[in-house]
């Protein structure tokens, strides 16, 4: 399969773009196609830094508004899980 971005152009828009959209716009594919190739280069790799969500989850607010519809599961808080390093 022909790649629709060379490498270098990839990663130097990665490196100076905001979001993942923008990128996607800039190089004129899907969005998914810049999430996979990012993948595929840091599997391989090339340290490509990384965005934030766009959005922060109001979980306390999630969970009211799941109760004011219906009957509520016990759930427990547990910590996150720890983050696998990637070597």
């Not at 594919?29 to 190739?37: F, G, I, L, Q």
């Amino acid at each position: 399969m022909r790649e629709k971005v060379d490498a270098e152009t990839f990663i130097k828009t990665w490196q100076e773009g905001d979001s993942i959209m923008e990128i996607a716009k800039d190089l004129g594919v899907k969005e998914t196609y810049v999430k996979n190739r990012a993948g595929m280069f840091r599997q391989k790799g090339v340290p490509l830094k990384k965005f934030r969500s766009r959005v922060a989850l109001d979980i306390e607010g999630l969970a009211a508004l799941a109760a004011k519809y219906g009957p509520t599961a016990s759930v427990s808080k547990r910590p996150p899980a720890p983050k696998k390093s990637r070597k």
